[in-house]
């Protein structure tokens, strides 16, 4: 190792563990950052590195769930993380990929909150929550801060009109602001920059490192990593695949790492069977609480399964959403052929569009059996088990009819549970997600939008519930479209590939386009559109 | 450009509402302007810290805090206290100020203590909280005053020897300090010592904004997560926020007694926390909102129409009850309509 | 493991049963007869039974506690103030008072509707100001209203209703009398509790068809729903209705029973006690059943009755109203606090 000369490390995680109920998300991994050192941890999307942050940061989300296991130092000191303030007084700084500034604040402000400099008298009468701060200082130090980074601004400014690369940096200088600051921890920090802004952050880092700092920066993108990293941790399924040190970095290897070997790989065959559009969008755009999109123009072919991916906050899951009418938007769409004015999600679903949302606190019925979820929405949309009354306004639901179809799809989809009236909550990962899916299907749509369908699942899990859809596509001719970041999954199961950029669609690429058209595509770069 | 100036002249509207109402009702009651500004002038003294004890839990993000009522009790125990053990005068004053002092900061504790455990649903656990503090308030001196308590003051009680009576008569305490620096200016009556009293509170609300107290208030109700990842202690800061209030809630309840010079024991501190909520949203706060300017127009317009009301009602439909419902359903609309209005932001 | 079975142990009810054991054993010492307070436990049962039940809609389709109870009882008492002054007598009268209160409910229920739509997640703090400006809002209703039936009017003036009217020549007791009868001299109020029962299961059945599993589904969780295809919005207007049409056939059977049409200030606070009755009975959120309603009733209301005489014969009268003050409010305020410290943990 580079820097494994006796020398005293600045930071030292032992065998870190966590678990968040039955899904272990790290197991043993152990890490050492030296001063004056960049780290970079890479993964895949549920690899473990926003936990491990989170870890380091003492988030409440780790409190929360059971606190975690293993021991870190810092500066040879051990140190127990259980809050913010914990993380705060042992020297660890943190960025997280979502901003955490105060938005009603100035920068000034923003900077200081917490450690704000008062008048020395009223610090003396009234303890120093009680004095009157002095803003004088304060502006000073902030500017000071900038000053660091090579920027000036006016620290009267409200952070809520800033851009969002100056908010990044407003986010930087107030962690160099901290004296005892000695670990810094950046999560994502260039997702939401442009290009040239991403190369100033990082030439500051090595500023930052280089005064003695230890910094761990967390990216999927290998390229920025490999620029300004001496020692790399490659992280996979919760453990430490790999180590990599300065000189000795090899993007094929170290992307192979991430991604490493998997158990059996689904693969599409087909190709589809029909070219006619099912699905256009024109000028359509949509303003969801996670990202914005649009405004796109994007066909979706009858009988495909479409792909949508792109970096986090690049406004891919607000397309689907947006389109079944949750969001605010605006332009046109067309559901074979016929202009749709209303796009209420009502309508939407009577329509045949359904919607698997990636969180699956919000596509099931916890507390109900597999059985009502199933049939649920066919209920609610189409009608199917009801047995009607009064003109079937009111239906009571059709038990036999219902028990006789959940049967027999938790034979088609291998849904592992006691009986069709076990409750829905009670299943693992997994399982639940193939009850959604069949309660999506029961529905019988024209086109599905899938969100993330493999997030938090195991391997094995994931590998069936690819496998499901390709068979619902292939057998039932349902159009799909898949919204994910594993591009390893969509590349296997999908005819094409949109990928998007700062809300817009930037290209749709064929499955088989390599690996360094898609990355460049990722940030918005785009050559060989197909 | 008219979206602009619909959101540049909703925050103004119910001010304005209530300015109108008023003067109609001015109109209408046919009281002297003299007589309604020095009862308005009144009020202000007698309310005025009650209303800006509301400031700093919306501050911090925390919605109106009805749990007032719990400062109001622990003024009142201390009266009680006071006339039981026969205090009078200033050092009267000065005890019954710091037993309610003392119990409004362990009050004020256990209510914050309460409040994070309910975060999003403050407002409603200070409602509930304020009535099961009357209820033990009232407990105790009903049925605990000479039983379990005994009394050093015996005219007090009731006849039966256990409870307290209903009134208790604080000629001591009466006008104390009303009557410092009393002005006379034409027929209205300026207490300028008391005024200044008030505005002093409201000066060191407006200093604790300037303090890095103030700054974690404003941090936290921004955002509570956030404000965790910078490193503040929200419940500790929440705990604050709300002793605070409570703390001010007994002065203002001090002040307010001594005003009227009789104490209604069983009571005299319901609905303090609904008059002085209406009264701040009166002026234009809203539940996420609320800045000393609110605090002092809100009184004044709020008890305008208090006062002018039930005159204007007997004018106008000969039945001066009518004047009464309407100022309950004032009282209690303005703070339904606020509540209305400022969820929107939410979703 | 052992955490989860101890979960399934209904503390607060043993709690309650307890106490409510205890009160029963000093009434004895006391010398009150246990038939009464059996009889009155049963009455009482059915007469506030129907305003609690009158919670569950909201409740399921999470929307909350309905703290606006009184937007339903100021309903139900137009009904009945109707019905007296038509001097409409028996059960007849009653049963008319209940049909003529039921569209005024649902007006009352669409406008409450469309104030605690804009208000998502601050429901109830709202309702409960909804419901108390509504109460003087109708004060002016109650003080200018033209009914003609001198018995419901003030004696002097002829302008204005009473506080209190008197039901004795109209349809006191109509219900109650149903059908009851006497067994080792308690009184079974058979037809009241019947007809309380039909009313929970019309309630029960409600939620078992395809409207009633959809405000269930936007209970448990509102985002499923949405992308289920169900009008959220609707869902929630359809809950309100239901609850204030409730809370109006409530009052029309508690006003029977008591005797009197309680007017003007009187329903200010009357969501309290029902409230608390369906949080005793162990209700949580979404997940009531009527279960909870009738055993939370049948709780709350017998340690209401008993502590009554109890506290007569053993301390001062007044105690035990504030004893009843303090155990409603009491009561709302540890769900209140048990509900976040479980929201905490998750």
Redesign the interface.
């Known amino acids: 190792m580079l820097f494994d000369d006796g020398g005293k490390s600045m930071l030292e995680l032992a065998g870190i563990t966590k678990t968040f109920g039955r899904h272990k998300a790290l197991s043993d991994v152990s890490l050492r950052v030296f001063p004056g050192e960049i780290h970079g941890i890479v993964g895949l999307n549920g690899s473990g590195k926003s936990t491990l942050l989170n870890i380091m940061s003492g988030s409440p989300v780790i409190q929360n769930t059971g606190g975690y296991e293993g021991q870190i130092c810092i500066k040879g000191r051990p140190h127990r993380l259980g809050s913010p303030i914990d993380s705060l007084n042992a020297g660890i700084g943190m960025i997280h990929q979502e901003l955490s500034l105060m938005d009603m604040m100035t920068i000034a402000e923003n900077i200081k909150l917490g450690r704000e400099h008062v008048f020395p008298m009223g610090r003396k009468l009234l303890g120093r929550s009680f004095a009157r701060i002095n803003p004088g200082k304060n502006k000073a130090d902030a500017q000071k801060a900038f000053g660091r980074i090579g920027l000036t601004v006016n620290p009267d400014q409200r952070v809520l009109d800033l851009s969002a690369s100056m908010k990044r940096f407003v986010e930087v200088a107030r962690e160099i602001d901290k004296e005892a600051l000695c670990v810094l921890l950046l999560d994502e920090p260039t997702a939401s920059l442009n290009h040239l802004d991403s190369k100033r952050l990082m030439a500051l880092l090595r500023d930052i490192a280089e005064k003695g700092m230890a910094v761990v920066f967390v990216s999927h993108r290998i390229d920025e990593v490999m620029m300004i990293c001496q020692g790399i941790t490659v992280l996979q399924g919760g453990s430490v695949r790999a180590r990599f040190d300065a000189p000795m970095f090899d993007a094929r290897k170290i992307s192979h790492a991430m991604v490493g070997g998997h158990v059996i790989k689904v693969q599409r065959t087909h190709a589809p069977h029909h070219v006619r559009p099912i699905l256009n969008l024109r000028n359509f755009s949509a303003t969801a609480p996670g990202g914005c999109v649009g405004p796109v123009d994007l066909d979706v072919m009858d009988g495909e399964i479409l792909g949508v991916t792109g970096l986090s906050g690049h406004g891919k899951s607000a397309l689907a959403s947006g389109i079944m009418g949750m969001h605010p938007w605006s332009g046109t769409v067309m559901f074979e052929g016929k202009k749709i004015d209303d796009l209420q999600p009502d309508h939407m679903v009577s329509k045949g569009l359904t919607l698997l949302p990636g969180n699956r606190r919000d596509s099931m019925l916890h507390d109900h059996s597999v059985m009502d979820n199933i049939v649920f929405t066919a209920v609610q949309s189409k009608k199917r088990f009801v047995r009607g009354f009064f003109a079937g306004k009111i239906g009571l639901s059709d038990k036999k009819k219902s028990r006789t179809y959940a049967g027999e799809c938790v034979s088609q989809y291998h849904i592992h549970c006691r009986s069709i009236h076990q409750k829905a909550g009670e299943l693992s990962g997994g399982n639940q997600q193939k009850v959604c899916l069949a309660r999506a299907l029961a529905s019988r749509p024209r086109i599905l939008f899938v969100n993330e369908p493999t997030r938090g699942i195991d391997v094995n899990a994931r590998e069936v519930i690819l496998a499901l859809l390709l068979q619902v596509n292939e057998q039932k001719n349902t159009t799909i479209m898949i919204t994910s970041g594993e591009m390893d999954e969509l590349k296997r199961i999908c005819h094409r590939i949109a990928v998007f950029y700062q809300g817009n669609c930037v290209g749709i690429f064929s499955p088989e386009t390599d690996d360094q058209t898609f990355d460049r595509a990722f940030s918005g770069d785009v050559q060989g559109r197909e | 450009m008219k979206e602009a100036a619909i959101k540049k002249f909703k925050p103004h509207m119910v001010p304005l509402l209530f300015f109108v109402l008023s003067l109609a009702g001015l109109y209408f009651s046919g009281m002297s302007t003299g007589f309604v500004i020095n009862e308005v002038m009144t009020r202000f003294v007698r309310d005025g810290v009650m209303v800006l004890a509301l400031i700093i839990p919306i501050r911090a993000g925390m919605?109106l805090n009805f749990a007032v009522v719990v400062g109001a009790m622990c003024a009142q125990v201390g009266l009680i206290l006071a006339v039981d053990y026969q205090l009078s005068g200033l050092s009267g004053l000065c005890f019954i100020t710091l037993t309610g002092v003392m119990l409004s900061l362990l009050t004020g504790y256990l209510i914050g203590r309460?409040l994070n455990?309910?975060?999003?649903?403050e407002?409603?656990?200070t409602?509930?909280?304020g009535?099961?503090g009357?209820?033990?308030y009232?407990?105790v001196f009903?049925?605990g005053y000479g039983t379990v308590i005994t009394p050093g003051n015996p005219e007090m009680m009731l006849s039966?020897g256990?409870?307290i009576r209903n009134m208790v008569d604080l000629e001591m305490f009466r006008n104390i300090l009303d009557t410092i620096w009393l002005v006379t200016v034409g027929d209205v009556d300026v207490p300028i010592f008391m005024i200044m009293v008030v505005i002093l509170f409201a000066m060191i609300i407006g200093?604790?904004g300037?303090?890095?107290?103030g700054?974690?208030f404003?941090?936290v109700s921004?955002?509570n997560?956030?404000?965790?990842?910078?490193?503040?202690?929200t419940n500790r800061v929440r705990i604050s926020a709300i002793m605070i209030s409570t703390v001010l809630a007994c002065f203002g309840h001090i002040l307010y007694i001594q005003n009227i010079g009789m104490l209604n024991v069983y009571t005299a501190h319901l609905n303090t926390d609904i008059f002085s909520c209406a009264a701040l949203l009166a002026g234009g706060a809203s539940i996420s909102k609320a800045t000393i300017r609110h605090a002092f127009l809100g009184i004044i317009l709020f008890h305008t129409l208090f006062i002018v009301s039930p005159q204007a009602g007997q004018n106008l439909?000969g039945?001066p009850?009518?004047g009464e419902?309407?100022?309950?359903?004032v009282a209690?609309?303005t703070?339904?309509f606020a509540?209305?209005m400022s969820?929107?932001r939410?979703? | 493991m052992s955490k989860k079975v101890t979960l399934h142990i209904p503390v607060p009810q043993v709690c309650i049963s307890l106490f409510l054991l205890l009160l029963f054993c000093v009434a004895l010492r006391i010398d009150i007869p246990v038939s009464w307070l059996i009889s009155d436990a049963l009455i009482r049962l059915v007469m506030n039974g129907v305003l609690v039940l009158a919670l569950v809609p909201m409740l399921k389709t999470g929307i909350g506690l309905n703290f606006g109870l009184p937007v339903g009882i100021l309903a139900g008492l137009v009904g009945l103030c109707v019905a007296v002054n038509f001097r409409m007598t028996g059960l007849a009268g009653l049963f008319y008072a209940m049909v003529i209160s039921i569209p005024i409910a649902a007006l009352f229920g669409m406008i409450y509707a469309f104030i605690l739509n804009r208000v998502k997640g601050r429901e109830e703090i709202t309702a409960t100001f909804v419901g108390f400006s509504f109460v003087p809002l109708m004060n002016f209703f109650w003080a200018v209203a033209p009914f003609s039936n001198p018995s419901m009017l003030w004696p002097i003036g002829g302008q204005g209703m009473r506080p209190a009217i008197g039901l004795k020549r109209y349809f006191a007791k109509s219900l109650n009398s149903l059908g009851s009868f006497s067994l080792a001299g308690v009184t079974i109020p058979l037809g009241m509790i019947l007809f309380f029962l039909a009313l929970c299961f019309a309630v029960h059945l409600f939620f078992k068809t395809r409207l009633g599993q959809a405000m269930m589904a936007t209970g448990e969780n509102e985002r499923f729903a949405l992308i289920s295809g169900i009008k959220i919005r609707n869902m929630r207007t359809i809950a309100i209705v239901m609850s204030t049409v409730i809370a109006a056939l409530g009052i029309c059977v508690y006003a029977q029973s008591y005797g009197f049409i309680e007017l003007y200030d009187a329903p200010m606070m009357m969501a309290f006690p029902a409230v608390s009755a369906i949080l005793v009975g162990g209700s949580l959120k979404e997940k009531t059943t009527l279960t909870h309603v009738i055993l939370g009733t049948f709780l709350f209301q017998t340690i209401y009755s008993v502590s009554g005489p109890v506290a007569n014969d053993l301390l001062i009268p007044e105690v035990a109203e504030i004893f009843r003050l303090m155990i409603t409010n009491g009561v709302i305020l540890a769900a209140l606090l048990y509900e976040g410290g479980r929201h905490k943990k998750i």
Do not use: W
């Open positions: 919605g309460c455990r309910v975060r999003g649903k407002m409603i656990t409602i509930i909280i009535f099961v009357t209820g033990i009232q407990l009903m049925a039966r256990i409870g200093y604790l300037k303090t890095p107290m700054q974690t404003k941090a921004q955002s997560e956030k404000a965790m990842l910078n490193g503040i202690d439909f039945n009850a009518l419902y309407f100022r309950s359903f209690y609309g703070i339904a509540l209305m969820s929107s939410k979703t």
